[in-house]
């Protein structure tokens, strides 16, 4: 070796480097041009939100959640179960998600023909007696978190705060930490959201405008109740797009809706686990002027998953139930899950959730009550009526 | 599945539970 090392000749050749980058460039330049008229050629506006958090999100994130839950649905809600099968695997679920069978009202187990009907089983009469409160749980659950909504932000579980304004699908500007500057956007009813816009990063400041949806701006007013759906068609960007269902438009939460003087607003998360009684009611009196049907994600809302992924709330599916009672504004925003991805409301039949058809993260549709009722301008309902629930996929 | 109550509502009003208390629909959740 010693030798050859020595008496080898070294003889320095110019290598073609310059082929080499230009070859490399050229492999670059046509990855790119690929990439553009893919981008082009995919008219759909499906706009992936950037999820961002710990690995076990990004697993999530990979999964199809929304087709998973469609897939559950159909099995639970279309196969139904053979007579004899019914009543050991309902009670082997009861068992496993401890549901309580003494208090159902039809407590002839072979009488369901599927886990779906099972699962959105009703209550004996009596079972559960409405207190004379100001406000009482509209379902049977768990309390995730409660408390004062403070200049638009909401404690979230473990001190993560959200403010409630970007919960409404508000443009962020780039954050500097923990509480991002909401930007006065307003958002067309079916916005499509930027990629940035559903960033989710941990501890990123949510507000109420990101939950409940605001005013659309430049659309025209459609005047239209329950199932009908007026809808107006523009040009964006070379892309068409349809302002769906554009009824009225609530002013923008956070800079119109002012708070009277002496009140303030609250905030009440509750988490209600695959064994509880799924239906829910209504948590005091009030009158439901609208309602806004976000489409989204379907990640699970396990208080495990919402420490993991904070801003989970605002990414699911959920329908923002928006109106009045005594002492002013008053919303109930059910929130879908993987497993119970539908949320029906009784007193609006057009409504349909965790549909593939659906406009993706970001987008919402509204339709207003107004003509539910004249006198009131929207849907009334007293403490306990039962308005809805969530039904399996 | 999740429900949230966002609402607003006089000074004086109490929630009456704890975080990660489990509760029945028709119990009361906060007075004024």
New interface residues.
Partial sequence: FNEAWKKTKVTWYPIPIGIGITFIAFQHMFRVYAREKRKKQDTSTEIRPIIIGPWQVYLIDTLPLRALSRLWGRINNEYNLPVWLREPCFKFYSWIFKCNLEEIENTDLKSYPNLGSFFYRSLKPGVRPIENAALVSPADGRVLSFGLVNNGKVEQVKGITYSLDAFLGHKRKEGKDDVIEQEKHVVTSTHIADEKEFANVNGIAYSLDALLGVDPAGATKQDSSVGEDASVRFEENGFQKELAVVTKFATPFSSAHKVREGNTLYFCVIYLAPGDYHRFHSPTNWVVEMRRHFAGELFSVSPYMLKMLPDLLVLNERVALLGRWRYGFFSMIPVGATNVGSIRIDFDKALRTNRREDLPVGTYTEVSYKKASKLLGGQPLRTGDEMGGFCLG | ???????????E?R??????????????????
């Fill in positions: 599945s999740t429900i949230v109550l966002v609402f607003e509502a006089p000074f009003f929630f009456c539970m704890k975080p990660g208390q489990k509760i029945k629909y028709g119990q009361k959740i906060g007075e004024i």
